[in-house]
């Protein structure tokens, strides 16, 4: 409840975009392929525009700790993830912030890779596809396109079905100023604008009878300020059907012939 004359600013926030798309070969295919021990594979990709790299898919057959790296453009490390890869299919949770750029590249850290219990090798023993069907490039459309790789554009490396999301934008409006005028509008005052309301309290009915005015814009909230009804009112027509509403105290706002109006009603 307002006491004072009070400068509210009142603004909208929308927020858009959020959406998870999929990518890259979706699975691998053809035989159990892996690299050879002296491969450890990288796949290039371009940024088209904000987004972030949920997850991918990898397949192993050699358990143990893996390092994912993502490099920028120059080679540089912008990325390390530590995941624990079990044997056949896992999706990796990365959740990497990706900003518009070219060449970025996606791999892992051999020196990871040399402590692989029982392989000791610089290649991460992830499943890898060669053969008919690779076309590049891989696009997720306005986000991020897959390249290829530093090998052989013939062969697809490690990560697979890439889930990415699209950056969330906020759109907000410019602060606008409100000034809620605080006043004693009462019985009087309508009275002297041709306006009488009655009964108050009210039980099924409020009276309105318009004097010097044809139509009335207004509007019923409660206490709390929700809006209750809002309409038209015209001299014709002079009753305003409250039995619906739950007792309680509540505002009649009134706009007539360019002035504005509040009558606080009780509804028994």
């Given at each position: 409840m307002l006491t004072d004359t009070t400068?509210?600013?009142?603004?909208?926030?929308?927020?858009?975009?959020?959406?998870q798309f999929s990518g890259g070969s979706a699975y691998h295919t053809g035989t159990?392929?892996?690299?050879?021990?002296?491969?450890?594979a990288k796949t290039y990709f371009d940024v088209i525009n904000s987004c972030t790299l949920q997850s991918v898919k990898v397949y192993t057959d050699t358990p143990g700790d893996r390092n994912i790296q993502l490099y920028d453009n120059t080679g540089a490390v912008i990325y390390n993830q530590v995941i624990t890869v079990n044997p056949d299919t896992q999706v990796i949770t990365l959740n990497w912030t990706l900003t518009p750029g070219t060449d970025y590249a996606i791999g892992t850290d051999e020196a990871y890779n040399l402590n692989i219990a029982g392989w000791n090798q610089v290649s991460p023993r992830f499943r890898r596809t060669n053969g008919g069907g690779i076309?590049?490039?891989?696009?997720?459309?306005?986000?991020?396109?897959?390249?290829?790789?530093?090998?052989?554009?013939?062969?697809?490396?490690?990560?697979?079905?890439?889930?990415?999301?699209?950056?969330?934008?906020?759109c907000t409006s410019a602060l606008v100023p409100v000034t809620v005028y605080v006043g004693?509008?009462?019985?009087?005052?309508?009275?002297?604008?041709g306006i009488s309301i009655y009964p108050n309290?009210?039980?099924?009915?409020?009276?309105?009878?318009?004097?010097?005015?044809?139509e009335i814009n207004f509007t019923i909230t409660d206490f709390m300020g929700k809006v209750i009804k809002r309409t038209n009112f015209s001299a014709s027509s002079n009753l305003i059907d409250v039995k619906t509403l739950s007792q309680g105290v509540y505002h009649l706002s009134m706009n007539t012939n360019g002035q504005h109006f509040v009558y606080r009603f009780v509804k028994q």
């Open positions: 400068v509210y600013y009142v603004q909208a926030t929308d927020v858009y975009g959020g959406a159990n392929q892996y690299s050879g021990g002296t491969t450890n076309v590049y490039p891989y696009t997720i459309p306005n986000l991020v396109t897959i390249t290829g790789n530093d090998l052989l554009n013939n062969f697809y490396y490690y990560f697979y079905d890439w889930k990415v999301k699209e950056a969330e934008l906020n004693t509008t009462g019985l009087a005052e309508l009275a002297q604008q309290p009210a039980n099924d009915v409020l009276h309105i009878d318009l004097k010097n005015a044809s």
